[in-house]
């Protein structure tokens, strides 16, 4: 294979794995995935499952899984390349040639190339603004809004000069030329001319996740339009897929996201401390970012502007973050119109205290829709109340929607059971455009059917041991939390009953060790084809629990059980045995670590 790792890495990211498996099989909502009929093997009940958020496959009665190029592999009965050539033509990516012989990587050398330019610009206008006359505005307007040396040196923000070749110049001593520039987003034509792209204007660097510069955000000192202007699109840069200070974030250790609209938001916010923030980049929330928010947290407080437009962005981000499976709560900023300007009026710890009593986005949405309305007027009470009871209609949690429902009740004085009998009405109407599926099944009926069932028997019996079950069960939180493979590291180690465990295992330790949640696609490239589905299994082989902590830690427990008594069964020397057997005694207290 002539493509490079990270060329692989982007064309398979590029293609949502929902969208994909969609045009070949009739998929329905289950919890936080999707279910349907296997395409691979004849099955009445489904027991296909995909899950968005890990971008895999697993079918659990034939065995089948993996990521998006797996799947067209099988779908489509094409070797490797051919599926990525179909998936890479599908998201617009051009692919280099076979015959292009070691250009064949020129993509990869591209975006390469523009990491190395992004990251000298941005040295350039560092120095200008901390050390060249022409910068003194621009540090100066810094200052005024309250931001420290010592987080311009964090963030890496700088100032492009007021002219029109300052940057091309600079660029030009270190090999850049300007048609090269223009590539990188820096540089563009003008009277036929190059011309620095950003001029005149704070400067605030891109950052991926792995620390490379991918693109700039300018903003003008004064009232000149547009305000923003961020880097063009670029084989290193999609603005729908990035988020700003997420390689800040993202080593927070924190179970919530505070999602921002601004720059300056989130430094002034993360200049006090709070670094578990990220903004958009310049755009309303996409659904390539609520994706990869989910990556890193199942929570998100959101903390837009607080005038209508900011609103309007709310309500668009509340549904777009739910369809990717992530919890919202919304923060009210009192008094003023952003978390720039809270922060610098008040302070962390009042801040920490809102994004703490942030509402959840039902109640937010129904405490937004009161407030349009005259409730003492009562046919505005009437249509308020309709309204709400869509609200709480569309909500999957039919015991959150019983909750709302009875805080509506007292809050309007109108009887529950008026309320509850609107619900059922929408639902009614709904249910007239939906035919249910007999066949709908959850992905634990599934599972519990393919132990039973004859399909790859030897495979299953020899991994469906009850240790191995439990390490199946860990292996998925592990995925899914930090705290879970800290604890899991700390006492079961590398002690794994399955290869493939072990090494799922070491690369869930070593991702979070790095500060990011396991890269699915790269975990997957680890395994060969029949591996790769296997692992697709356990990835997908979660469930939902009230206190995950909880979950893992008698998880860890059954696991240390069984190593236990699979060792008792077999030693035969007296002196070991007993110890073996007070320390089996030890665990069921609660108490020696295997």
């Not at 990869?108 to 901390?130: D, E, G, H, V």
């Not at 709310?314 to 809270?342: C, H, Q, S, Y």
């Not at 500060?515 to 591996?531: K, L």
Request: hydrophobic share 40%; with cysteine.
């Amino acid at each position: 294979m002539f493509y490079p790792d990270e060329l692989v890495r982007d064309v398979i990211a590029a293609n949502d794995i929902v969208d994909v498996v969609s045009r070949y099989v009739a998929l329905k909502k289950s919890g936080r995935g999707y279910m349907g009929l296997c395409p691979f093997h004849h099955e009445k009940t489904p027991s296909f499952h995909v899950s968005a958020d890990k971008q895999l496959y697993h079918c659990f009665g034939c065995g089948e899984g993996g990521s998006a190029v797996n799947f067209i592999m099988k779908a489509e009965k094409l070797d490797f390349v051919e599926a990525l050539k179909l998936l890479a033509d599908n998201a617009r990516i051009v692919l280099p040639e076979p015959d292009q012989g070691v250009g064949g990587d020129e993509y990869y050398k591209t975006k390469q190339r523009i990491y190395q330019a992004n990251t000298l610009a941005a040295r350039f206008f560092y120095t200008c603004l901390t050390s060249d006359d022409a910068g003194r505005d621009a540090l100066l307007y810094f200052m005024n809004r309250g931001i420290t040396t010592r987080t311009i040196t964090a963030f890496g923000l700088g100032f492009a000069p007021n002219s029109r070749d300052a940057l091309i110049t600079h660029m030009k001593e270190h090999g850049f030329e300007p048609d090269e520039l223009a590539v990188c987003g820096l540089a563009i034509i003008k009277d036929n001319k190059y011309i620095d792209k950003f001029r005149n204007r704070v400067m605030f660097p891109i950052i991926d996740v792995r620390g490379n510069v991918i693109g700039f955000g300018g903003r003008v000192m004064d009232d000149s339009v547009p305000k923003y202007l961020n880097s063009p699109e670029t084989p290193a840069f999609n603005k729908s897929r990035n988020l700003f200070a997420l390689n800040f974030a993202k080593n927070a250790q924190a179970d919530v996201l505070i999602l921002v609209e601004g720059y300056m938001d989130v430094i002034s916010v993360h200049q006090v401390g709070i670094t578990n923030v990220v903004a958009t980049l310049g755009t309303a929330l996409t659904e390539d970012q609520a994706k990869l928010i989910s990556r890193y947290a199942k929570n998100v407080a959101l903390c837009y502007d607080t005038d209508e437009a900011g609103i309007k962005a709310t309500l668009r981000a509340i549904d777009i973050l739910a369809a990717a499976g992530v919890r919202v709560n919304v923060m009210t900023l009192p008094g003023v119109k952003d978390p720039d300007e809270f922060i610098r009026k008040y302070s962390a710890e009042s801040f920490k205290q809102l994004a703490a009593a942030a509402a959840p986005s039902t109640q937010y949405r129904i405490t937004l829709l009161k407030s349009r309305y005259d409730l003492s007027n009562i046919d505005e009470k009437i249509r308020f109340v309709g309204e709400a009871a869509k609200i709480l209609a569309a909500l999957p949690n039919v015991v959150e929607a019983d909750a709302y429902a009875g805080q509506l009740s007292q809050s309007c004085d109108i009887k529950k059971e008026a309320i509850d009998a609107e619900i059922k009405k929408i639902h009614s109407r709904e249910s007239r455009f939906r035919r249910p599926d007999k066949n709908e099944t959850s992905p634990l009926k599934a599972i519990d059917e393919i132990q039973a069932g004859p399909v790859q028997a030897e495979l299953l019996a020899a991994r469906s041991s009850r240790l191995a079950r439990a390490e199946r069960l860990l292996l998925a939180l592990m995925y899914q939390g930090r705290p879970v493979a800290k604890k899991t590291r700390a006492e079961i180690g590398n002690e794994w009953s399955d290869h493939i465990h072990a090494e799922l295992a070491d690369m869930c330790y070593r991702a979070w060790d790095a500060g990011a949640p396991p890269d699915t696609i790269s975990v997957m490239a680890g395994f060969d084809a029949q591996d790769a589905a296997y692992v697709s299994g356990v990835l997908c082989d979660s469930f939902s629990y009230e206190d995950e902590a909880a979950a893992a830690d008698d998880l860890i427990l059954t696991i240390k059980e069984e190593i236990l008594r699979q060792r008792i069964k077999t030693e035969t020397d007296p002196v070991k045995l007993q110890a073996l057997l007070s320390r089996q005694a030890g665990l069921k207290r609660g108490g020696t670590p295997i």
